[in-house]
């Protein structure tokens, strides 16, 4: 049976039978809860406002986060995302809360891993769990001074301490999986990558990893300047068990990279776009079953193992992606020839 297996060959054997999907938004579905800052403050003694820190609910109002598990798992999803997004040292320090990165990762994995096995419970479809990593506010590779490109705000062991500080906590809580998502700066993924190698080496089990990047304009490029090719031959040594985009666009504009990483990666393909693009206010205005309507375009082809949702998406676009594309088969994962496959900000091949 499934449930038997080891996370690794559950996943693989679940996507070998038909499309998996990944949670929406969290950061929008909060907002609708149009929550105080007491309400995120909560009981806890901290110098600086709290409003705005999703990822303090774990801890302060964890009936938020709940619900929300609930709503996307009841609406379809096979995977829930921690919502530690930012729960990180670096991104926390804007709320003088690094203090409780530990607790809030630790409680955000074990809340996600109670539910889904409540779920699974219910009806004998093993549920999973990605423990996020977000980007943090830094990049390894780009100056964020114009005057001296060659200063840096941290370095890589500074970023890899922090990944390894929220992956631990992950992982003691309960994730399946870290997903490195949402990845502006290809050096920072490496950093979180080689966190996530050695968090599992320590608590002495697989944890596989999932990456997620994500596009800064339309010609496919991240903010450190990779393609979608360059990416994947720059991190395919982390043998991810998923690599894809998320955030960025709509899924209209996301095509040709998506059909890009299918023809390319020798491993699942897991995509997860906005809800259309923001309006003039700043709010996704694009109806589940359009969103639906566009990921199925990719389902048919066969491009795709694990669809979601990204900004503005909603338990209704989960349940609407889910509806159109449960029943169609799954991407098989194609064999790629030997080669020496190299990155600079354009891939490189060798010849055979």
């Given at each position: 049976m499934a449930?038997?297996?080891?996370?690794?060959?559950?996943?693989?054997?679940?996507?070998?039978?038909?499309?998996?999907?990944?949670?929406?938004?969290?950061?929008?579905?909060?907002?609708?809860?149009?929550?105080?800052?007491?309400?995120?403050?909560?009981?806890?003694?901290?110098?600086?406002?709290?409003?705005?820190?999703?990822?303090?609910l774990a801890?302060?109002?964890?009936?938020?986060?709940?619900?929300?598990?609930?709503?996307?798992?009841?609406?379809?999803?096979?995977?829930?995302?921690?919502?530690?997004?930012?729960?990180?040292?670096?991104?926390q320090a804007d709320y003088g809360a690094e203090s409780l990165v530990r607790d809030i990762n630790h409680e955000s994995a074990a809340m996600?891993?109670?539910?889904?096995?409540?779920?699974?419970?219910?009806?004998?479809?093993?549920?999973?769990?990605?423990?996020a990593i977000g980007p943090t506010n830094k990049t390894l590779s780009l100056?964020?001074?114009?005057?001296?490109?060659?200063?840096?705000?941290?370095?890589?062991?500074?970023?890899?301490?922090?990944?390894?500080?929220?992956?631990?906590?992950?992982?003691a809580g309960g994730a399946d999986f870290i997903l490195i998502e949402t990845v502006f700066d290809t050096l920072?993924?490496?950093?979180?990558?080689?966190?996530?190698?050695?968090a599992a080496e320590a608590a002495g089990r697989d944890v596989p990893i999932m990456l997620s990047m994500t596009l800064t304009d339309l010609s496919g490029r991240n903010l450190s300047g990779h393609t979608v090719e360059a990416f994947w031959h720059a991190t395919r040594h982390a043998r991810p068990i998923t690599i894809g985009l998320n955030c960025s666009f709509g899924a209209e504009q996301l095509r040709p990279h998506v059909k890009t990483l299918s023809d390319l990666c020798d491993t699942l393909i897991m995509v997860y776009p906005n809800a259309g693009l923001p309006n003039e206010l700043?709010?996704?205005?694009?109806?589940?079953?359009?969103?639906?309507?566009?990921?199925?375009?990719?389902?048919?082809?066969?491009?795709?193992?694990?669809?979601?949702?990204?900004?503005g998406s909603t338990p209704a676009h989960i349940k609407a992606i889910a509806d159109a594309c449960g029943a169609l088969p799954p991407r098989p994962v194609p064999v790629q020839?030997?080669?020496?496959?190299?990155?600079?900000?354009?891939?490189?091949?060798?010849?055979?």
């Open positions: 449930d038997d297996l080891p996370v690794r060959e559950a996943f693989l054997a679940a996507a070998r039978e038909r499309i998996l999907f990944i949670d929406g938004a969290f950061g929008t579905e909060i907002q609708n809860w149009k929550l105080s800052e007491e309400d995120y403050r909560g009981t806890l003694d901290l110098g600086h406002d709290q409003k705005g820190n999703n990822d303090i801890l302060t109002a964890p009936h938020v986060p709940e619900s929300i598990h609930r709503a996307y798992f009841a609406a379809g999803a096979d995977i829930a995302e921690t919502n530690t997004f930012s729960a990180n040292r670096i991104s996600a891993r109670r539910i889904a096995d409540e779920f699974t419970a219910q009806d004998g479809r093993r549920r999973f769990v990605a423990g100056s964020p001074d114009v005057n001296d490109p060659g200063y840096r705000e941290i370095d890589f062991d500074h970023l890899k301490d922090v990944y390894r500080e929220q992956t631990d906590a992950l992982i920072n993924a490496k950093a979180g990558i080689m966190a996530v190698n050695e700043g709010c996704y205005d694009e109806a589940p079953a359009t969103t639906a309507a566009l990921v199925r375009e990719w389902a048919a082809q066969t491009q795709v193992n694990v669809l979601g949702g990204c900004c020839p030997v080669r020496t496959r190299l990155a600079g900000l354009e891939p490189f091949t060798m010849a055979a």
